[in-house]
């Protein structure tokens, strides 16, 4: 069947029309007005969508357990059918509803780490809708350490499916603006408790295969799961997409190309964007102070350290996005411990 696109009132040509009204409510990050939290939970429970913060990205949230709710996700943003969602608990029993089979080895893990930025893949209970799964017969999951996010969950009473709350294949959201920037018109609520703590997505663990495989690092490190359960290896790409259908598209990318340089004087640095500047206009976002005096050139400068990279990216990507220029040129940072999930991105929104 073909797909009918229409030009929407925003001037998006699109599959879904901007019709909702999206509704804003400002939280106190630590001590959330329940009312709010209450009204967030009715909206969740009437199977529609909220954007709400966890400590690693902005999810855009809907009932686990409705499948017209999870197909709004889907919808709302352009999300590629075979790319499943991570669900989100807030205790033990919620948990139990998502996965009935826990094995030992990632009760270790949950002990460890939850609440936490650690997505375990187990296999799938029966009461999980089934387009969270995009047709795997497992599923993600995790509990977020973040109060907005877990007193949502608890109110709501039921486990909430929450993949980034961004337009699929753009960069994740770490703030509420950036959350109406993709999908105003397409969702029915946001909750914006301010920016995000850690900024860069879970770490994705597949606990089903013969060996626990990391399908995507993130910010529980190689290191530290392996002082759980012993060495683990991020799966071969191969692998990881057998396992994790999804992994094989476009990925927090900016409308820009993006140019990766791993490592870099300034020298080298700024001879790549100068060539680039003879195109257009140029964005740069690293921790080396590249000096370019030129109206085209547009600079965002970042500690070199992977929790301040983690904080920044993707609002760096988007804000230098917003200048339309011919590529951004992102410089990398060591790619050890936490660095290794900044990588990943970095490279992914390079090779888009
Ligand atoms: O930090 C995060 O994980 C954020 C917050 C909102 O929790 N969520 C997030 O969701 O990043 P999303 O949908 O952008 O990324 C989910 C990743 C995808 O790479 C998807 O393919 C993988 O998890 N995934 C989900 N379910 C899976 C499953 N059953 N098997 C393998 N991979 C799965
Ligand atoms: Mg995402």
């Given at each position: 069947?073909?797909?009918?696109?229409a030009?929407?009132?925003?001037?998006?040509?699109?599959?879904?029309?901007?019709?909702?009204?999206?509704?804003?409510?400002?939280?106190?990050?630590?001590?959330?007005?329940?009312?709010?939290?209450?009204?967030?939970?009715?909206?969740?429970?009437?199977?529609?969508?909220?954007a709400?913060?966890?400590?690693?990205?902005?999810?855009?949230?809907?009932?686990?357990?409705?499948?017209?709710?999870?197909r709004?996700?889907?919808?709302?943003?352009?999300?590629?059918?075979?790319?499943?969602?991570?669900?989100?608990?807030?205790?033990?029993?919620?948990?139990?509803?998502?996965?009935?089979?826990?094995?030992?080895?990632?009760?270790?893990?949950?002990?460890?780490?939850?609440?936490?930025?650690?997505?375990?893949?187990?296999?799938?209970?029966?009461?999980?809708?089934p387009?969270?799964?995009?047709?795997?017969?497992?599923?993600?999951?995790?509990?977020?350490?973040?109060?907005?996010?877990?007193?949502?969950?608890?109110?709501?009473?039921?486990?909430?499916?929450?993949?980034s709350?961004?337009?699929?294949?753009?960069p994740?959201?770490?703030?509420?603006r950036?959350?109406l920037?993709?999908?105003?018109?397409?969702?029915?609520?946001?909750?914006?408790?301010?920016?995000?703590?850690?900024?860069?997505?879970?770490?994705?663990?597949?606990?089903?295969?013969?060996?626990?495989a990391?399908?995507?690092?993130?910010?529980?490190?190689?290191?530290?799961?392996?002082?759980?359960?012993?060495?683990?290896?991020?799966?071969?790409?191969?692998?990881?997409l057998?396992?994790?259908?999804g992994?094989?598209?476009?990925?927090?990318?900016?409308?820009?190309?993006?140019?990766?340089?791993?490592?870099?004087?300034e020298?080298?640095?700024?001879?790549?964007?100068?060539?680039?500047?003879?195109?257009?206009?140029?964005?740069?976002?690293g921790?080396?102070?590249?000096?370019?005096?030129?109206?085209?050139?547009?600079?965002?400068?970042?500690?070199?350290?992977?929790?301040?990279?983690?904080?920044?990216?993707?609002?760096?990507?988007?804000?230098?996005?917003?200048?339309?220029?011919?590529?951004?040129?992102?410089?990398?940072?060591?790619?050890?411990?936490?660095?290794?999930?900044?990588?990943?991105?970095?490279?992914?929104?390079?090779?888009?």
């Open positions: 069947m073909a797909s009918v696109v030009l929407c009132l925003c001037g998006r040509l699109s599959r879904v029309c901007c019709v909702i009204r999206t509704v804003t409510l400002t939280l106190d990050p630590d001590e959330p007005d329940p009312e709010k939290i209450e009204r967030a939970a009715d909206v969740i429970r009437a199977g529609r969508l909220v709400f913060p966890t400590e690693t990205v902005y999810g855009l949230g809907a009932d686990a357990l409705n499948e017209r709710a999870v709004r996700i889907f919808e709302a943003k352009e999300r590629p059918a075979d790319n499943p969602l991570i669900v989100h608990v807030a205790d033990r029993k919620m948990l139990s509803r998502v996965s009935a089979n826990v094995s030992a080895e990632a009760e270790r893990l949950i002990g460890r780490f939850w609440p936490g930025p650690l997505t375990l893949v187990l296999p799938r209970g029966p009461e999980v809708a387009s969270v799964s995009a047709g795997l017969a497992t599923v993600a999951v995790r509990m977020p350490r973040n109060v907005v996010a877990l007193q949502l969950l608890g109110r709501a009473d039921r486990p909430i499916a929450a993949p709350a961004n337009a699929s294949g753009r994740s959201p770490t703030t509420a950036h959350v920037e993709d999908l105003t018109g397409r969702i029915d609520l946001v909750l914006d408790a301010g920016p995000t703590s850690i900024g860069i997505e879970s770490t994705v663990l597949d606990m089903t295969g013969e060996a626990a990391i399908l995507r690092p993130g910010w529980v490190t190689r290191e530290a799961l392996s002082d759980v359960i012993g060495p683990i290896n991020l799966a071969l790409s191969e692998d990881r057998k396992r994790s259908p992994t094989r598209h476009r990925h927090y990318s900016p409308r820009a190309r993006v140019v990766l340089v791993e490592k870099g004087s020298r080298d640095i700024r001879r790549i964007c100068e060539e680039l500047l003879t195109q257009g206009p140029v964005g740069f976002v921790h080396t102070a590249v000096e370019i005096q030129a109206p085209a050139f547009t600079r965002v400068l970042i500690g070199n350290d992977a929790g301040e990279y983690g904080r920044a990216i993707y609002s760096a990507l988007r804000l230098l996005d917003q200048k339309a220029p011919v590529a951004i040129v992102v410089e990398g940072v060591d790619d050890v411990g936490e660095g290794e999930a900044i990588m990943d991105r970095l490279r992914r929104a390079a090779s888009a």
